[in-house]
């Protein structure tokens, strides 16, 4: 039995700009369990907001690899890691959880989906992302992903031209289904404003408007909107969800955020109990993160699974992609093989 890991700088084929930052290079860790002659592998894409860098899975990781002993004992793993490190460490934590659930996979041959049962149904047709940049590339960028055969698109907002932006990918991509994506920049009067802008251009849901705490700003914007309001910055753990069903209409899930792909299908149940519709989301990371995210995206009612498409070096391959449209890898385990 091994546990081993690497870390490779991914970049984006072009600056990725959002409300907090615009980066070109996302350093990713990857996991590899080795036992009996099968091979587990999980990702690790950690996120600053959600208190890791790259120095923190470096510092974590170690600690946390003793924790995955038998690939079969889900429980048992998500025990010990939590008693190893009772800080979150998500996205370290995500990495042990998919290489132990891969394994599983494929020592019985099958792809993840199968194994826990997940629904085989086609997956919804993810948005393809335009970052925060100067506004005539975003223009660029939405007419150029429509020309490609992109029916979806979100749109990263969060600054003082943000009516502009909406308006102008509108008029890039009058028949696109449109999202907004605000990541938590704006104040309750500029939220208010906004939404009646985006019930204009058609908008389909916004992502988190306000800040990640504010509960009571995100109800009370619900109480009046017309566009759907989907949380992702405030929900960092399972048991989130409860909290997030009084001021929120669905949830962003992403396995690096709350730990695993088990973590996230136990939100999913968990929102879909609270009468919450479930996007599944994903940081910039490469095809194995996707093709994790994609086994559990057929239960979902909206796909944000983009990340492995804005790199300009995916370190695997095997993901089939017809625009927007992602089929859901079907080989054993999580279907996906190294570059």
Known sequence: MSVRWETLELHTARPFGIARWTHTSYPRTFVTFEQEGVTGRGEAAPNAFYGETAGTVAAVLPLLAPALTDPWDWDGLHARMAALMPFHHPSVKCALEMAAVEWAACSAGVPVGRLLGLSPAPLPESSFTVGLGELEDM?????????????????????????????????????????????????????????????????????????????????????????????????????????????????????????????????????????????????????????????????????????????????????????????????????????
Not at 184 to 203: I, N, S
Not at 212 to 218: C, N, P, S, T, V
Not at 266 to 281: E, I, N, S
Not at 309 to 323: K, R, S
């Open 139 to 339: 223009r660029r960028e939405a007419r150029e992903a429509a020309a490609r055969g992109h029916g979806v698109l979100k749109v990263k907002l969060g600054t003082a031209q943000d009516e502009r932006i909406v308006e102008a990918l509108r008029e890039e991509a009058p028949a696109a289904a449109l999202r907004v994506d605000a990541n938590a920049a704006w104040t309750r009067p500029q939220a208010r404003r906004m939404l009646g802008v985006l019930d204009a251009a058609r908008v389909e849901l916004v992502e988190q408007p306000l800040a990640a705490g504010d509960l009571e700003g995100h109800a009370g914007l619900r109480a009046f909107s017309r566009v759907p309001l989907v949380a992702d910055e405030s929900l960092h753990h399972v048991s989130d969800v409860r909290a997030l069903a009084g001021a929120f209409d669905g949830v962003n899930l992403k396995l690096a955020k709350l730990g695993g792909p088990l973590q996230a299908l136990a939100a999913l149940r968990l929102a879909r109990a609270h009468g919450l519709q479930v996007m599944m989301g994903c940081m910039i990371e490469s095809s194995l993160g996707i093709a994790a995210a994609a086994q559990l995206a057929g239960a979902c009612d909206w796909a944000d699974l983009d990340g492995a498409l804005l790199l300009g070096d995916d370190p695997f391959t095997g993901l089939e992609w017809t625009a927007g449209q992602l089929e859901r890898p079907t080989g054993p385990g999580w279907g996906v093989q190294r570059a």
